[in-house]
């Protein structure tokens, strides 16, 4: 056999695994960067919609709602984890059908203490069982949410919360950071929340619709 063949083979078979590891490498990184990535449903998501229905005397009262737009996945038992920071020193007065995980100091307040007063809270849907004075619609699952493909109607999550020492007008209030997702399995990444045409509402008898003072969407 030629010498020069044999060398050609020898660098060839050498370039090859090279070629294979480099690819196993990338491939490796590629899934660590997009964990919640699923390749049967590339565009799925989890859409959070966030409508401010309500002025108070220093906020307003909104009502969150999370549409799991996935087509397979579930997030199952413990459920969903929600966070944010909020841009200035809003506080939470109340909630209904969910609640913050810690309240934080509200020392400074006296008499009507505030539900939470961190700065950054972390929400959590509020147990099955829950008392129908405390719930409002979609809410009240333990963080338990199907896929749209599979049941549109059990894959919505909603709560409301009244937020103070926000502002009182759309020029005044400001969207909350870095908001954060949690659920079992694969972790999401949420991008920032961006203010969209307001919610119209229909009512039940479908003869009159209302919308929302604002809106805003938060895509993960």
């Not at 050498?14 to 490796?28: E, G, H, K, P, Q």
């Not at 479908?206 to 993960?220: E, F, G």
Request: glycine content about 6%.
């Amino acid at each position: 056999m030629d010498p020069s063949s044999s060398l050609v083979t020898v660098s060839v078979t050498r370039i090859t695994a090279f070629t294979i590891s480099l690819i196993f490498l990338i491939s490796c990184s590629t899934f660590t960067s997009t964990e919640a990535y699923d390749a049967l449903d590339p565009n799925g998501n989890i859409t959070i919609k966030w409508d401010v229905l309500q002025w108070t005397p220093d906020g307003y009262v909104a009502v969150v709602t999370m549409y799991n737009f996935q087509k397979y996945r579930r997030i199952q038992w413990p459920g969903w984890t929600l966070g944010w920071t909020w841009a200035k020193k809003e506080v939470i007065w109340s909630m209904m059908g969910a609640q913050t995980t810690e309240q934080g100091d509200c020392s400074k307040f006296k008499g009507n203490e505030p539900h939470c007063c961190k700065k950054n809270p972390i929400v959590v849907d509020l147990l099955p069982g829950t008392p129908y004075n405390q719930q409002i619609a979609h809410c009240c699952k333990g963080g338990v949410m199907s896929s749209w493909a599979q049941d549109p109607a059990n894959a919505v999550s909603s709560f409301q919360v009244s937020v103070g020492a926000a502002g009182t007008t759309n020029k005044t209030v400001r969207v909350p950071k870095n908001i954060t997702l949690k659920a079992p399995g694969p972790g999401y990444t949420c991008g920032p929340a961006k203010i969209v045409r307001p919610t119209a509402f229909m009512s039940a008898d479908k003869r009159r619709v209302t919308q929302a003072l604002m809106t805003w969407n938060i895509t993960c």
